[in-house]
Antibody
Framework: QVQLVESGGGVVQPGMSLRLSCAASGFIFSSYGMHWVRQAPGKGLEWVAVIWYDGDSQYYADAVKGRFTISRDNSKNTLYLQMNSLRAEDTAVYYC????????????WGQGTMVSVSS | DIQMTQSPSNLSASVGDRVTITCRAS??????LAWYQQKPGKAPKLLIYKASSLESGVPSRFSGSGSGTEFTLTISSLQPDDVATYYCQHYYSYFLIFGGGTKVEIK
């Protein structure tokens, strides 16, 4: 079945780096754009970044621009989020989600991976 | 920048009640609006897209309407399984903008 599985979360100190992965299965990964969306504890959903199906274009929320990098390896059906210079306010559950490039809707979400930034 | 405002923030209703949640955009977004249901500890689940299109597999008691700047999500007969937080989302081009959420509980 169609599935997204995130990994790579953990506890890190401010200023450190972390790389999240999102493994896709059950669909043609290379045909879909992909988003990262995060949710701080007890808070709402916040868009982080998006990458086009072919990896040619990436866009970021202002809060992470210059610190986070979204990328993908279509040969491995995997999406990544490289997070550098982490701050306490980056603490959240990070979800990867599939973008249907036909009508732009975001239809499939992973279960999320928790990132905690604390000294 | 476009902002999405949901109301109410919390809602308590009885089983079988008709429930309506409103989402307002700070400028016209045509029909580029989706609704999600999120249960505690779980990922969001797509219910409605393009303001009124029901996602496959979603019960027909959920419906969406609106265009431009004002949208509604309606649950025609609230069920215990509908206890969750509901989010509206503007989507188009490359970015996503979410409303603040509406927490729905059973009275």
């Amino acid at each position: 079945q169609v599935q997204l599985v995130e990994s790579g979360g953990g506890v890190v100190q401010p200023g450190m780096s972390l790389r999240l992965s999102c493994a896709a299965s059950g669909f043609i990964f290379s045909s879909y754009g992909m988003h990262w969306v995060r949710q701080a504890p007890g808070k709402g959903l916040e868009w982080v970044a998006v990458i086009w199906y072919d990896g040619d274009s990436q866009y970021y929320a202002d809060a992470v621009k210059g610190r986070f990098t979204i990328s993908r390896d279509n040969s491995k059906n995997t999406l990544y989020l490289q997070m550098n210079s982490l701050r306490a306010e980056d603490t959240a559950v990070y979800y990867c989600a599939r973008r249907d490039d036909y009508d732009s809707r975001v239809d499939i979400w992973g279960q999320g991976t928790m990132v905690s930034v604390s000294s | 920048d476009i902002q999405m405002t949901q109301s109410p923030s919390n809602l308590s209703a009885s089983v079988g009640d008709r429930v309506t949640i409103t989402c307002r955009a700070s400028q016209s977004i045509s029909w580029w609006l989706a609704w999600y249901q999120q249960k505690p500890g779980k990922a969001p689940k797509l219910l409605i897209y393009k303001a009124s299109s029901l996602e496959s597999g979603v019960p027909s008691r959920f419906s969406g309407s609106g265009s431009g700047t004002e949208f509604t999500l309606t649950i025609s007969s609230l069920q215990p399984d509908d206890v969750a937080t509901y989010y509206c989302q503007h989507y188009y081009s490359y970015f996503l903008i979410f409303g603040g959420g509406t927490k729905v509980e059973i009275k």
